[in-house]
C-alpha cells in the first residue's frame, strides 16, 4: 500500500499519515504471576502476530540486566519480561 499511496497522493507528508502501532508491545512476555501484572500487560499478541496483523510502530522498552551482553529484557515500568 505505501508504494501506491505515494502514486495516488504524491504530496501527502509523513505527519499526515496515521500509522497503527501497539503500546508495549512486548510486554506480552511479562509473567502473570507477577504482582502488578495485570496492569503490565498491555498486550496478548507476540510481536510477529502484531506485525502480521497490521501493527506498523512498535513501543518496545529494552534494558541490560547483568555483566553479559546477552541480559537483555523487555520492560514495562519496574517488571521485567523475556526477549
Known amino acids: 500500500w ?11 507528508k509523513l505527519r499526515d499519515l496515521i500509522i497503527p502501532g501497539s503500546h508495549d508491545s512486548a510486554s506480552y512476555t511479562v509473567p502473570k ?21 497490521g501493527i506498523r510502530y ?7 540486566c547483568g555483566d553479559s551482553e546477552q541480559d537483555v529484557y523487555i520492560y514495562h515500568g519496574c517488571l521485567k519480561g523475556g526477549l
Open 58 to 64: 512498535l513501543d518496545l522498552r529494552v534494558a541490560g
Open 33 to 53: 504471576t507477577k504482582l502488578f501484572s495485570a496492569v503490565a500487560l498491555t498486550q496478548t499478541r507476540s510481536v510477529r502476530e502484531q506485525l502480521q496483523r
Open 2 to 12: 505505501m508504494t501506491m499511496l505515494s502514486k495516488v497522493s504524491p504530496n501527502l
